[in-house]
């Protein structure tokens, strides 16, 4: 990383105000939005031990400048669980430092530690940036995601 004073830690209940910041533009980079309601039960499911959803942040002198949120979850085709990587932003001013990359690495080593047997996640497919990144330390699949909203 060409940044050594970045510091990666658990998300915890003193983050909110800058976790929620991050938040709204991860989401608005998304140019997507969500109610008040499921922002506030995102955050709680973060810090709740009893969920198996779990939030990561990137600290540069103190101050958030990215996040990955991801969930553990039981699969056909392995004993053991798979880790979702099903949220990463970095701040743009902050932008080609490797904070995707140390983040992710945070996220592979979690779940190594939890005995997970595969990391993954999706992007929009015009995400340049981020699939640089994504092609250097991880396979892209031939699978295509389908979804029915309900």
Request: glycine share 4%.
């Amino acid at each position: 990383m060409k940044n050594s004073s970045i510091k990666i830690t658990p998300l915890s209940n003193t983050d909110y105000d800058s976790w929620l910041h991050l938040w709204q533009n991860y989401l608005t980079f998304y140019e997507t939005s969500l109610p008040m309601s499921t922002t506030d039960t995102t955050w709680r499911n973060l810090l709740d031990s009893n969920v198996p959803i779990y939030g990561f942040g990137a600290w540069q002198d103190d101050t958030l400048v990215g996040i990955t949120h991801v969930v553990l979850h039981p699969n056909t085709w392995n004993s053991t669980e798979c880790c979702y990587l099903e949220d990463l932003y970095v701040n743009e001013s902050v932008r080609g430092q490797g904070l995707g990359r140390a983040l992710i690495e945070q996220v592979y080593d979690f779940a190594r530690q939890k005995n997970c047997n595969r990391v993954y996640w999706t992007t929009q497919e015009g995400n340049i940036a981020a699939r640089k990144l994504y092609d250097a330390i991880a396979t892209q699949t031939d699978m295509v995601q389908y979804r029915k909203n309900l």
